[in-house]
């Protein structure tokens, strides 16, 4: 079989790399980011305290802006207070509605290019019946890289406001931010094509490849 | 018939795991690499471990720095910044780009395998000597196309070269499977008597 040498595949899963990394860039990635910000403003909207108010656009230089509602007890505080400057004003404390923190465009890019990965393994690997397994792990991926939006904004308005850097939460928070920077845009596209791929998956964790299919008899109708 | 293999010339058996059913031994594999990879990434993050990390990447960049100036290059390392001095380009090189998380996902996959204990510190050596080796390639690549161009440097170093590595650790694990799952060699020929 030899599709099933490891450095075959390995070739096979870098061509379609460079192919999927381009359609991905070029055709796919504007479409992408509009869904994940269409879905982050969504969460932020339901979240509890979230409200019209919550928006988040996607600027030219493809930075992001969360605008999120401050909470009262948040802008309250002698430390929010500040750093929006009350004592330099010198008119008591300020009121805000909603605030805005930008992030680097480069995370939510990212947290897509699990797709072109995953898809370039199914591409590589042997076997056939490839359009449902590439439909259902790019919806999971896709759920993924939600959740991932949400950490980054989680991090991003919390960091700013020195909420989550201290402590257990901090260090979940930061834990969080890894995996999703760091870990799963890279590892979830290969889990996913090993759980999805039963070939795949027969190959490389035993050495072997799956039993086959069957070859086809035909069928001999009983006479009388 | 044919003339018995003799067991000295064959591959030494996996030692406790060979007399487990062989769907036992996946289901074990498939709780235990989770298990692994988290206690794995979770150690790269512990403040006590931070320290070695770092020390590792400065010493990483210094070797990067010194391999550059021996083939001819400009590089200067400072800490874990590597830098070109004739022209100011500079490239840090952060916790996860020390290839220490690709081989944390090398390791969980060959410890969590049902092997030796033999095979897996072969599997080990090896393959993070593997991870290592393609690492240092990395950073030498990355930085030149920074110095070249900036955007390609960013895309290279976030989409392509990440991508690329994973790929790697898995056809290296691949190969360490398939070298177990090898049939034994035979002493010789087989002879029909």
């Known amino acids: 079989m030899p599709q099933a040498d490891p450095l075959r595949f390995l070739l096979r899963a870098l ?20 869904g994940l910000r269409l879905s982050a403003q969504m969460t932020l909207r339901f979240l509890p305290g979230g409200n019209s108010i919550s928006h988040v656009a996607i600027g030219p230089d493809r930075n992001w802006t969360f605008q999120v509602p401050a909470p009262a007890a ?3 505080q002698a430390r929010t207070q500040q750093m929006l400057g009350a004592a330099a004003a010198g008119s008591g404390p300020i009121k805000i509605r909603s605030m805005k923190v930008e992030g680097a ?4 890019i990212l947290f897509t290019v699990s797709l072109p990965l995953y898809w370039a393994i199914l591409l590589a690997a042997p076997g056939r019946r490839r359009l449902l397994r590439m439909a259902s792990g790019t919806a999971v991926l896709a759920a993924f890289s939600l959740l991932s939006i949400e950490v980054y904004a989680v991090r991003l308005v919390g960091g700013y406001f020195h909420l989550t850097t201290e402590g257990l939460p901090g260090f979940l928070m930061d834990f969080a931010m890894y995996l999703a920077v760091g870990v799963v845009p890279y590892l979830a596209p290969v889990l996913m094509a090993l759980s999805l791929d039963e070939d795949l998956r027969g190959l490389i964790l035993t050495g072997e490849a799956a039993p086959a299919a069957a070859p086809a008899v035909p069928r001999h109708r009983m006479g009388h | 018939m044919a003339r018995k293999a003799s067991s000295s010339h064959t591959r030494a058996a996996p030692a406790e795991e060979s007399s487990a059913p062989p769907k036992n031994r ?11 990879l988290v206690v794995g990434f979770c150690g790269l993050l512990v403040p006590f471990v931070h320290p070695a990390v770092t020390a590792f990447t400065r010493g990483l960049v210094e070797v990067s720095a010194m391999v550059i100036r021996l083939f001819g290059g400009s590089a200067a390392a400072h800490q874990v910044t590597l830098q070109n001095p004739s022209n100011g380009f500079a490239m840090e090189v952060l916790d996860g780009c020390n290839g220490d998380d690709v081989a944390v996902l090398l390791w969980a996959a060959i410890l969590a395998y049902p092997a030796s204990w033999r095979q897996k510190g072969q599997g ?15 950073i030498i690549s990355l930085f030149y196309l920074g110095q070249y161009n900036r955007e390609w440097f960013e895309f290279a170093h976030l989409y392509v070269w990440e991508s690329v590595f994973v790929l790697l650790t898995l056809t290296i694990f691949w190969m360490w499977v398939r070298r177990m799952a090898a049939p034994p060699r035979r002493e010789g020929p087989v002879v029909p008597r």
């Open chain 1, 74 to 76: 948040l802008v309250n």
């Open chain 1, 15 to 34: 061509i379609f790399l460079a192919l999927m990394l381009a359609l991905w860039w070029l055709v796919l990635l504007n479409p992408l980011l509009a």
């Open chain 2, 124 to 138: 080990l050596l090896a393959g993070t000597a593997a991870i290592y080796v393609i690492n240092f390639l990395r």
């Open chain 2, 26 to 36: 996946m289901l074990r594999f498939l709780v235990l690499f989770p298990i692994f």
């Open chain 1, 105 to 108: 465009g480069k995370y939510p």
